[in-house]
Nanobody, 111 residues
Framework: QVRVVESGGGLVQAGGSLTLSCAAS????????MAWFRQAPGEQRELVAL???????NYGDSVKGRFTISRDGAKNAVYLQMKNREPEDTGIYYC?????WGQGTQVTVSS
């Protein structure tokens, strides 16, 4: 059974930085795309960032230039470094490995 576990969420002030981590079980993850999605209160879930098995990245328009996604193939892990946080970044952040979703981690940005 594949497990996807996020960590690193919490409360941060606007303008601050925070890094989320995600670890996934299963050797197939190493060559699979991994991504971060988020869901703000009352909003639909949206793509934040994606990274392919080969390291190609793609970002949602609202986070370009502020967030950086990276991965560690040896650890089956993906990270999301968030800088210059804005209150609009508040939401539940979900990690996706291949087609498997984590439970999400809450991130709250105070103004």
């Amino acid at each position: 059974q594949v497990r996807v576990v996020e960590s690193g969420g919490g409360l941060v002030q606007a303008g601050g930085s925070l890094t989320l981590s995600c670890a996934a079980s299963g050797s197939f993850v190493r060559n699979s795309p991994m991504a971060w999605f988020r869901q703000a209160p009352g909003e639909q879930r949206e793509l934040v960032a994606l990274i392919t098995g080969g390291g190609v990245t793609n970002y949602g328009d609202s986070v370009k230039g502020r967030f950086t996604i990276s991965r560690d193939g040896a650890k089956n892990a993906v990270y999301l470094q968030m800088k210059n946080r804005e209150p609009e970044d508040t939401g539940i952040y979900y990690c996706v490995a291949a087609r498997y979703w984590g439970q999400g981690t809450q991130v709250t940005v105070s103004s």
